[in-house]
């Protein structure tokens, strides 16, 4: 403590009485003293006081009060507990502890803190603003969206109401031109039997003639014409038209006026700045009247499995061996990496980091720099199909060991999140067998082609079926048979029909846009290019083949 009375030099004074110069120090209480109050000091003999001269103390870092024990100072920190402590503490409650020292331990925390507040007042809160601008954006825009989504309505509802009256107007225009022809048919036959009627009453004149007469001559040239009239002349016979109308479907009606898709509000778990910026909707690209081929990869295979796209000119590939090949589009092979169990891989997916992923056996395995790390492996199920999500999560399709159930799980790491197998009346999404590919749409609907059910199952994010696509609404003959599946940027679901040689496109709907034909020979697998390109694995030519279709 300074003097008040000496101003002009610095001039420390006791602790306990704070009027005279101090001369000594107690290096336990960490207390200075003048000459008068060492020995009061010293009388507490329930301490063992360490008082040395103030110039030879040592120097006594500024520790904290013990929480526990008022007269001692915390020179320690226990990491366990999470609290500092004294050497009393120490040898009692904390002993075995992880200790440390304690300003050591304010100094790291401060440090610690610091950061904090620099994240918090140059990344977080500025982030934190800008969502709430997002939002208050997104509702100034709520009636301009929905209005023209109302509009879009009534406009539909417009164009069926013409559609509806155009069909009326040509059945009653039918129904005319069928009284028409009808009342033609009656006239004709009128005519006919009008000119008999003419002609009997004509015989019957002459014949009462004769009789009147009694002229032999008249009487031995007549000739009977009985015969002739006794077949009557043809009636004809109208079967009235009938309208027939049908019962109205109203599911179809609803499908014919067009769907309106869900509204999804999704709030997104673990949201971090670094992994989940805002996705901004991508330009739309209509489809090209001609899709056409423009590379072609010679993968080496007797037969081709799976295609996954590395970039726009590398794709991963495995087929009928134990190698996966990365290979450019003139068929030069970059890298091989053989499986690690030895086996056959089923499917190959890339993650958004970039390396690949593959199913064999019992296993779901990642190859990162090039070295093979088993992530999952399973206990009475086999891996099939497996695709990447948006977030970095692996959706694997699945069967069981007897081969009588499918399922699709969901994993984050080796974590699984989410198992999808049963709809809302418990039962099966998916039939029984190995063959299944997925994909991820950008709705986050999970699209499964189930090659053995002869249809694509589609289920939303949190498993709820959506609806089935079994083939072209027209197409009874052909069997539709999808393998291989993929989405892209519009949302377009994409299908590999093997047995027909073609592509089907839909909507996220499930509704038919059109095919892809490019002179495909067993197209068995799909992937798409970050700009949309598609490449096609053929399975009995091992080719890829890359095709633009948007």
């Not at 296993?363 to 206990?379: D, G, H, P, R």
Request: aromatic letters at 6%.
């Amino acid at each position: 403590m300074l003097h008040p009375q000496r101003s002009a030099q610095t001039v420390l004074l006791c602790d306990l009485c704070e009027t005279v110069d101090l001369q000594s120090h107690c290096e336990l209480c960490n207390v200075n003293l003048c000459k008068a109050c060492v020995g009061e000091h010293l009388s507490d003999s329930s301490k063992k006081h360490n008082v040395v001269s103030f110039l030879h103390r040592k120097s006594t870092p500024n520790y904290p009060k013990c929480p526990t024990h008022a007269d001692k100072h915390s020179e320690l920190y226990c990491e366990e507990c999470d609290v500092p402590v004294c050497s009393t503490c120490v040898s009692k409650k904390h002993r075995g502890h992880n200790l440390c020292d304690v300003l050591e331990k304010f100094s790291a925390k401060t440090e610690s803190l610091q950061k904090d507040l620099e994240e918090l007042e140059s990344r977080i809160y500025p982030r934190y603003e800008e969502m709430a601008s997002d939002v208050r954006n997104e509702k100034s825009e709520l009636e301009t969206n929905y209005g023209e989504l109302t509009t879009a309505a009534d406009q539909q509802g417009e164009a069926l109401h013409r559609e509806v009256t155009a069909i009326v107007n040509q059945r009653k225009s039918d129904i005319q031109e069928m009284k028409n022809k009808h009342l033609a048919a009656l006239d004709k036959n009128t005519d006919e039997i009008t000119q008999r009627i003419t002609e009997l009453r004509k015989i019957i004149e002459d014949l009462k003639k004769i009789l009147n007469t009694k002229d032999v001559s008249l009487t031995s040239t007549y000739k009977s014409r009985n015969g002739e009239f006794r077949q009557l002349p043809p009636k004809v016979r109208v079967t009235l038209p009938s309208l027939s109308p049908q019962k109205i479907n109203t599911e179809k009606l609803r499908e014919m006026f067009g769907s309106l898709s869900p509204l999804s509000i999704n709030t997104e778990q673990g949201y971090t700045m670094k992994s989940a910026e805002a996705v901004s909707s991508p330009p739309v690209k209509p489809l090209l009247d001609e899709p056409r081929i423009t590379a072609t990869i010679d993968t080496g295979y007797n037969r081709l499995f799976s295609v996954s796209c590395l970039s726009e000119d590398q794709v991963w590939t495995c087929g009928e061996n134990k190698t996966m090949k990365l290979l450019n589009l003139q068929s030069k092979l970059l890298t091989s990496i053989q499986t690690k169990s030895g086996e056959t891989p089923e499917d190959i997916a890339v993650t958004r980091d970039g390396d690949l992923v593959y199913t064999d056996s019992n296993n779901i395995n990642l190859i990162k720099n090039k070295k093979i790390q088993t992530v999952i492996t399973l206990q009475g199920w086999r891996p099939h199909g497996v695709c990447c999500t948006t977030a970095n999560d692996l959706l694997v399709t699945m069967y069981s060991d007897d081969g009588e159930q499918s399922k699709v799980v969901r994993y984050s790491g080796s974590t699984e999140k989410q198992s999808i197998q049963f709809d809302d009346q418990s039962r099966p999404l998916y039939s029984s067998g190995n063959i299944k590919y997925l994909s991820e749409n950008r709705n986050l609907d999970i699209c499964v082609a189930d090659c053995r059910a002869s249809a694509v199952v589609v289920v939303n994010q949190s498993g709820k079926l959506r609806f089935r696509y079994t083939g072209h609404p027209s197409n009874t003959e052909q069997s539709f048979s999808p393998v291989g599946i993929t989405t892209d940027s519009q949302s377009h679901i994409l299908t590999a029909d093997c047995g027909n040689n073609r592509i089907h496109i839909l909507d996220q709907d499930g509704q038919f846009l059109r095919y892809i034909h490019c002179d495909l020979r067993d197209p068995w697998d799909l992937c798409v290019d970050i700009r949309d390109n598609l490449f096609v694995a053929e399975w009995h030519t091992a080719k890829v083949k890359k095709i633009q279709y948007l």
